[in-house]
């Protein structure tokens, strides 16, 4: 099923006529009037719980959406991906990241091949070698254990098990202190590695092609570091290893071969995390922790490959937000969680929306006509109240919410958590209801104000509300919550992808920026000024190398 007829399908033209009927309806209203609402347009999937009752949508909105799912053949796609057709079509590849989390008993074929094998051996290798870095079997070249562990990578590489390591910290039991190191920028690497004692540290290197540019010039970098700080060549192999399909290139960095660890075409590097690229979380929070992670995103895979549409969490929350990006004109949606262990999310979903559903071309070709992906944004708890909410509040631009909010906290401390939790809940709701000028009139007399000073200061205290929110909560943040959320958003895009037409799982305009990159890099270390590039380009490299003559 492809985009290029979406916008002429019934369900799309009774989406629109729907759409007119209700934009001038408010929810307080709704909300008034249906005291079974929050009920209603309520979720529960693998341990969470999904509010959308702060939706401008009715049961005939959701009913309409539904349709279109079905018009769009979005269960019939979802089996196409989970059976591993090759959906990703640029590349001709499956999109089989969940075989990676598969506990049950099913096969997962790749060209007439199960690849369960082969998945759950890779688990039993990491399994092996986190028991020997954990329990100090392998040691560094002095023979002192492990104390630092440095995870090279980029992309999918890098935020997928950054996320995860900094949600799952209270788990961390090893001792090992974990850092990622993505940015090709000689601060980010000098910053870490001069806490370092390389007699100690275990350096990670992750990149399927063994040939990122950064990734190589940062694992490069640190293998030099290593040899001149007391390493040797043959100390190498007991330093280092690699996540990648480029095994004669890691072998040639050094690496042996009993410590080169797979990646498979079928799973894009923003879906990695559940692969050896989660080395780093695994020896951080232990290989049983890091199976029930696996086992949270088993949980919602499972809920959304067999749950109806109408009680499916990631289904329900992709057409929400189509709803708001091609009737309501919206363009961003923006991600709150309150909790600092989660505080990575908003970076991680900004790649995983963004790299997937960033499209302006269908699968078969077509140049849409409707908008797709939206930009993704956010920050962690009340820090963002106090920067970026007045513009959700009062701005002229209304930006969909997700508040994500576990109810107890792995640190309780007097009444902090109530008060976070409370933070959350209003936000949300000031976001719903806002205050209209009568009662910004009414408020400032309240206080004292006389009726003529109020009514002209009134205008700048109207907040419009009517403005959507979804809040996702649990109990608590941990591995197998953890899991099942990551999951929910894979899902998520992945199901708005189908419903756009568009290939989720390639990246040409990133592939781009690779490619000329390495002209303005060749450029910039030369000595001739070029004239081959655009004006602008030019005239920034002509002012890269005169400020390297004035130092």
């Given at each position: 099923?492809?985009?290029?007829?979406?916008?002429?399908?019934?369900?799309?033209?009774?989406?629109?006529?729907?759409?007119?009927?209700?934009?001038?309806?408010?929810?307080?209203?709704?909300?008034?009037?249906?005291?079974?609402?929050?009920?209603?347009?309520?979720?529960?999937?693998?341990?969470?719980?999904?509010?959308?009752?702060?939706?401008?949508?009715?049961?005939?909105?959701?009913?309409?959406?539904?349709?279109?799912?079905?018009?769009?053949?979005?269960?019939?796609?979802?089996?196409?991906?989970?059976?591993?057709?090759?959906?990703?079509?640029?590349?001709?590849?499956?999109?089989?990241?969940?075989?990676?989390?598969?506990?049950?008993?099913?096969?997962?074929?790749?060209?007439?091949?199960?690849?369960?094998?082969?998945?759950?051996?890779?688990?039993?290798?990491?399994?092996?070698?986190?028991?020997?870095?954990?329990?100090?079997?392998?040691?560094?070249?002095?023979?002192?254990?492990?104390?630092?562990?440095?995870?090279?990578?980029?992309?999918?590489?890098?935020?997928?098990?950054?996320?995860?390591s900094s949600s799952l910290k209270p788990y961390w039991d090893s001792g090992l202190n974990i850092h990622y190191l993505a940015n090709i920028d000689g601060t980010h690497i000098t910053e870490i590695?001069?806490?370092?004692?390389?007699?100690?540290?275990?350096?990670?290197?992750?990149?399927?092609?063994?040939?990122?540019?950064?990734?190589?010039?940062?694992?490069?970098?640190?293998?030099?570091?290593?040899?001149?700080?007391?390493?040797?060549?043959?100390?190498?192999?007991?330093?280092?290893?690699?996540?990648?399909?480029?095994?004669?290139?890691?072998?040639?960095?050094?690496?042996?071969?009993?410590?080169?660890?797979?990646?498979?075409?079928?799973?894009?590097?923003?879906?990695?995390?559940?692969?050896?690229?989660?080395?780093?979380?695994?020896?951080?929070?232990?290989?049983?922790?890091?199976?029930?992670?696996?086992?949270?995103?088993?949980?919602?895979?499972?809920?959304?490959?067999?749950?109806?549409?109408?009680?499916?969490?990631?289904?329900?929350?992709?057409?929400?937000?189509?709803?708001?990006?091609?009737?309501?004109?919206?363009?961003?949606?923006?991600?709150?969680?309150?909790?600092?262990?989660?505080?990575?999310?908003?970076?991680?979903?900004?790649?995983?929306?963004?790299?997937?559903?960033?499209?302006?071309?269908?699968?078969?070709?077509?140049?849409?006509?409707?908008?797709?992906?939206?930009?993704?944004?956010?920050?962690?708890?009340?820090?963002?109240?106090?920067?970026?909410?007045q513009l959700l509040h009062q701005g002229t631009h209304f930006s969909p919410c997700d508040f994500i909010m576990p109810m107890c906290s792995h640190n309780p401390i007097d009444n902090f958590h109530?008060?976070?939790?409370?933070?959350?809940?209003?936000?949300?709701?000031?976001?719903?209801?806002?205050?209209?000028?009568?009662?910004?009139?009414?408020?400032?007399?309240?206080?004292?104000?006389?009726?003529?000073?109020?009514?002209?200061?009134?205008?700048?205290?109207?907040?419009?509300?009517?403005?959507?929110?979804?809040?996702?909560?649990?109990?608590?943040?941990?591995?197998?919550?953890?899991?099942?959320?990551?999951?929910?958003?894979?899902?998520?895009?992945?199901?708005?992808?189908?419903?756009?037409?568009v290939n989720s799982f390639d990246q040409w305009g990133v592939e781009l920026g690779k490619q000329l990159g390495s002209k303005v890099l060749s450029a910039l270390e030369g000595e001739d000024i070029?004239?081959?590039?655009?004006?602008?380009?030019?005239?920034?490299?002509?002012?890269?190398?005169?400020?390297?003559?004035?130092?």
């Amino acid at each position: 099923m492809t985009g290029a007829s979406l916008t002429r399908t019934t369900a799309w033209n009774a989406l629109a006529q729907h759409y007119q009927d209700i934009q001038g309806q408010h929810m307080r209203d709704w909300f008034a009037t249906d005291a079974n609402r929050f009920e209603r347009f309520h979720l529960q999937a693998a341990g969470l719980n999904l509010d959308y009752s702060k939706n401008r949508i009715t049961a005939e909105t959701m009913k309409l959406l539904q349709q279109l799912a079905r018009a769009r053949d979005l269960p019939g796609q979802i089996d196409s991906m989970f059976s591993g057709e090759a959906i990703n079509r640029s590349e001709k590849r499956p999109v089989l990241h969940t075989a990676l989390r598969n506990f049950g008993n099913r096969e997962v074929l790749v060209d007439g091949v199960d690849v369960m094998p082969e998945v759950r051996h890779t688990m039993q290798r990491m399994e092996e070698f986190c028991w020997k870095i954990r329990r100090n079997q392998w040691r560094g070249f002095n023979n002192q254990p492990f104390t630092d562990v440095v995870s090279i990578g980029i992309g999918g590489s890098f935020l997928g098990p950054k996320l995860a390591s900094s949600s799952l910290k209270p788990y961390w039991d090893s001792g090992l202190n974990i850092h990622y190191l993505a940015n090709i920028d000689g601060t980010h690497i000098t910053e870490i590695l001069k806490r370092l004692n390389p007699a100690t540290t275990l350096f990670i290197v992750q990149s399927k092609s063994f040939g990122t540019q950064e990734t190589l010039k940062n694992a490069l970098a640190c293998r030099e570091w290593f040899l001149n700080n007391g390493g040797t060549e043959a100390d190498l192999p007991k330093h280092f290893t690699a996540v990648s399909s480029n095994v004669a290139k890691a072998l040639e960095f050094g690496i042996a071969e009993e410590n080169i660890f797979p990646m498979w075409d079928w799973v894009g590097g923003r879906y990695s995390l559940w692969s050896a690229i989660g080395l780093p979380l695994a020896l951080a929070i232990g290989i049983d922790n890091f199976r029930d992670m696996l086992r949270g995103a088993y949980d919602m895979d499972e809920h959304f490959r067999s749950a109806p549409i109408e009680q499916n969490m990631p289904i329900t929350m992709a057409l929400l937000g189509l709803w708001y990006v091609n009737f309501f004109g919206v363009n961003s949606h923006a991600i709150l969680p309150y909790d600092h262990y989660l505080r990575s999310l908003p970076a991680h979903l900004q790649q995983l929306d963004m790299e997937s559903n960033g499209k302006s071309v269908t699968i078969d070709g077509y140049q849409v006509d409707y908008h797709t992906g939206p930009v993704i944004w956010g920050g962690v708890g009340t820090n963002g109240q106090h920067a970026f909410h007045q513009l959700l509040h009062q701005g002229t631009h209304f930006s969909p919410c997700d508040f994500i909010m576990p109810m107890c906290s792995h640190n309780p401390i007097d009444n902090f958590h109530a008060m976070l939790v409370s933070n959350c809940l209003s936000q949300s709701q000031a976001l719903l209801q806002g205050k209209s000028e009568e009662e910004a009139v009414a408020e400032l007399m309240a206080a004292g104000m006389s009726k003529a000073e109020a009514i002209v200061t009134a205008p700048q205290k109207v907040i419009p509300g009517n403005r959507p929110s979804n809040t996702l909560y649990f109990p608590k943040s941990k591995p197998h919550t953890v899991g099942a959320l990551i999951a929910l958003y894979e899902h998520k895009v992945a199901a708005q992808g189908f419903l756009w037409g568009v290939n989720s799982f390639d990246q040409w305009g990133v592939e781009l920026g690779k490619q000329l990159g390495s002209k303005v890099l060749s450029a910039l270390e030369g000595e001739d000024i070029p004239q081959h590039f655009d004006g602008s380009t030019n005239g920034l490299v002509r002012a890269f190398h005169d400020m390297q003559n004035l130092l």
